[in-house]
């Protein structure tokens, strides 16, 4: 029997605990030994728990006691669930997380401690919720060089567009079905900010390339400025509106990486990837474009990730998995200003001839947006051909200074490739 501990009892602590129960039987049979709960840490108490005999608060207990061979980290955050790790690892005690902060932050340094200890620091649930993609990236993709990542990584953000799209809610309504339904995290606005699929396109991209890539130098945009109108436009254009975090291999030293709302055709196959859904597209040289799809938040998706890892590692308990993130150290994250798309800008006009003869001037060769209703007050939108970022930004304040352009209402990058 392998007894393990689980640290935070939330939505996915409380989720690993039902999957382990719930299945009990059949995760034994497939992992060749039972799996035991021993403890469950939390700083709540939970007296109507069916495991509340289970609870504890004391994390020393869980350090101290042998019998405990893998712990579920699943308290969030940088603090304490960083000391925690570091120290559950330097004990020799496998670990299992879904916190893709620490992971994104530490993991190269958490990764070292559990090869040195021959045990494993495993977070297939720290990107995508339930959809497997570290363990194929790591393994089913190894033969292949991956060249680009792209995908809907954040569950709450595009649960958040498709309410508003789709069913016309407000941006607050659907944010806060969103936290009912548990998908978003503590603070929200490492979902709506963008930050937290900015730390998953980095925790895949170290993995994919080999290279420790910073989330820190990731560009990120949220979708807390998109608005009903902004999704108005896109319909017009076929298009809709999704927050896609991508990154590129550019040669052996840098990578191209973003977070972004961004304006993609409805034929997309990430325009129909709707709510809770998360999308991740993986381009190597021999498999060509392999896609991934399933829940990318919630309480048993989640935990269907973190029992995966917790059942690998029984079936190989005295083995240490070699990771291949930061194996050939950190590599560059292309400044973002270096980069060139398209963009979708809408302006508001005092004079609309003289507005309409500015942008055809400045961004020439863009393509003004005909709708077949008026949308907005004297406004007016068109989509840039591409350009460098720098040179946008340029144009743009060259265009906003005009008399006839009272100002520019939203930007949206534009990409009919994706
Ligand atoms: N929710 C989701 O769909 C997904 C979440 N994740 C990640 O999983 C992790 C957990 O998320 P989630 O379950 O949603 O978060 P929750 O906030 O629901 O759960 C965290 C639990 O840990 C408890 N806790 C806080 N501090 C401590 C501590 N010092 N010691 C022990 N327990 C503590 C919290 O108590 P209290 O509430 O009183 O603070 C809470 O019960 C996060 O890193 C998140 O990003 C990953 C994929 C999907
Ligand atoms: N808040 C995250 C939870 C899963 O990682 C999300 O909404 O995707």
């Not at 659907?174 to 978003?184: N, R, T, V, W």
Request: charge should be negative; aromatic fraction near 8%; proline fraction near 3%.
């Amino acid at each position: 029997m392998v007894k393990i501990a689980i640290m935070g009892f939330g939505v996915v602590g409380s989720g690993v605990w039902e999957v382990l129960t719930k299945n009990a039987a059949s995760i034994a049979r497939r992992a060749g030994d039972e799996i035991k709960i021993k403890y469950i840490l939390d700083i709540r108490d939970f007296d109507d728990h069916p495991a509340k005999e289970l609870i504890i608060k004391d994390f020393e207990k869980i350090l101290n006691d042998d019998e405990i061979s893998i712990v579920v980290e699943t308290i969030g955050g940088l603090e304490p669930a960083y000391t925690y790790t570091k120290r559950l690892l330097e004990k020799g005690k496998h670990v299992v997380t879904s916190n893709k902060e620490l992971v994104a932050k530490h993991g190269p340094e958490l990764l070292k401690i559990a090869k040195e200890k021959n045990i494993n620091y495993f977070f297939e649930a720290s990107v995508g919720g339930g959809i497997p993609i570290i363990r194929p990236l790591q393994n089913c993709l190894a033969a292949n060089q991956i060249t680009e990542i792209a995908g809907i990584l954040n569950g709450t953000t595009n649960y958040i567009l498709t309410q508003m799209n789709k069913y016309s809610l407000s941006f607050e309504e659907a944010l806060k079905q969103a936290q009912e339904k548990g998908y978003a995290e503590r603070n929200p606005t490492n979902d709506i900010e963008g930050h937290d699929a900015c730390r998953k396109i980095a925790i895949l991209s170290s993995i994919a390339y080999s290279h420790y890539v910073n989330y820190e130098s990731i560009y990120t945009e949220g979708i807390s400025k998109i608005s009903k109108e902004d999704m108005e436009y896109a319909e017009e254009l076929g298009c809709t509106i999704k927050l896609i975090a991508m990154s590129k291999k550019l040669d052996n030293t840098t990578v191209f990486a973003r977070v972004s709302p961004l304006m993609i055709l409805q034929k997309s196959p990430f325009a129909n990837v709707d709510d809770v859904f998360n999308a991740i597209l993986v381009r190597g040289d021999a498999i060509g474009d392999v896609m991934f799809y399933g829940q990318g938040a919630g309480k048993l998706p989640t935990a269907s990730a973190v029992v995966g890892d917790i059942i690998d590692i029984v079936k190989h308990i005295d083995k240490s998995y070699v990771y291949t993130w930061g194996i050939s150290g950190d590599i560059k994250v292309l400044d973002i200003n270096q980069t060139s798309c398209r963009f979708f800008v809408r302006v508001k006009y005092k004079d609309i001839t003289k507005a309409k003869d500015a942008v055809s001037i400045i961004f020439n060769d863009c393509m003004i947006v005909n709708t077949h209703k008026p949308i907005g007050e004297n406004e007016f939108a068109f989509v840039t051909h591409e350009l460098k970022e720098e040179e946008f930004k340029e144009k743009i304040s060259q265009l906003e200074k005009l008399p006839a352009v009272e100002k520019v209402l939203s930007v949206i990058r534009y990409d009919e490739n994706i």
